[in-house]
T-cell receptor, first 114, second 114 residues
Framework: AQSVAQPEDQVNVAEGNPLTVKCTYS??????LFWYVQYPNRGLQFLLK??????LVKGSYGFEAEFNKSQTSFHLKKPSALVSDSALYFC????????????FGKGTKLSVKP | EAEVAQSPRYKITEKSQAVAFWCDPI?????LYWYRQILGQGPELLVQ????????DSQLPKDRFSAERLKGVDSTLKIQPAELGDSAMYLC????????????FGNGTRLTVT
């Protein structure tokens, strides 16, 4: 069975500092991995994905994520956090052999203080 | 940029009443998903359509929930009768269905059952 773990309910960062939001996954085969962001009372916005190739993928708004197959991790990173990055972040996985449904983690609330 | 349209944005209903949500996916997207997101948790799949056919409804509480996508375009999710535990955000998403394609989400319907 597929699963995603986001071990931190909340991450607090000062503006201008680097941020990391952690994600680990479990799938039976090779994964497709995604990060989404959600603002209050809104749907999920796609940030980036890992399909194949380079382990470091770049996405929207300056975010990037590093795929680590041996650690089954896909941590979200940004070199310099902005107050406007404060939101709920979700990691999601899809087994390449599945029919397309994404399995989501529970989410991590990112709070960036001025 | 094309968006997934959902209505209504908010719905308050009394328990035992019927309620319906509507979703219009991005034009050309063959795959449509309905997710339920309980406060503080990640989205969980209720039903997935490929064109007008149901691909996965294993997590849909079929005694009270129904979903249809009659012409393979827009979709309706219905709850009858609503229960207090159905209070949640109901998210619709669509995808072109290609391997590795991200899901594109609407802004959701926030349901409150009183």
């Amino acid at each position: 069975a597929q699963s995603v773990a986001q071990p931190e309910d909340q991450v607090n960062v000062a503006e201008g500092n680097p941020l990391t939001v952690k994600c680990t996954y479990s799938v039976s085969g090779n994964p497709y991995l995604f990060w989404y962001v959600q603002y209050p009372n809104r749907g999920l916005q796609f940030l980036l994905k890992y399909i194949t190739g380079d382990n470091l993928v770049k996405g929207s708004y300056g975010f990037e994520a590093e795929f680590n197959k041996s650690q089954t991790s896909f941590h979200l990173k940004k070199p310099s956090a902005l107050v406007s990055d404060s939101a709920l972040y979700f990691c999601a996985v899809r087994d390449r052999g599945s029919q397309g449904n994404l399995i989501f983690g529970k989410g991590t609330k990112l709070s960036v203080k001025p | 940029e094309a968006e997934v349209a959902q209505s209504p944005r908010y719905k308050i209903t009394e328990k035992s009443q019927a309620v319906a949500f509507w979703c219009d996916p991005i034009s050309g997207h063959a795959t449509l998903y309905w997710y339920r997101q309980i406060l503080g948790q990640g989205p969980e799949l209720l039903v997935q359509f490929q064109d007008e056919s149901v691909v996965d409804d294993s997590q849909l509480p079929k005694d009270r929930f129904s979903a249809e996508r009659l012409k393979g375009v827009d979709s309706t999710l219905k709850i009858q009768p609503a229960e207090l535990g159905d209070s949640a955000m109901y998210l619709c998403a669509s995808s072109p269905g290609r391997a590795g394609s991200p899901l594109h989400f609407g802004n959701g319907t926030r349901l409150t059952v009183t």
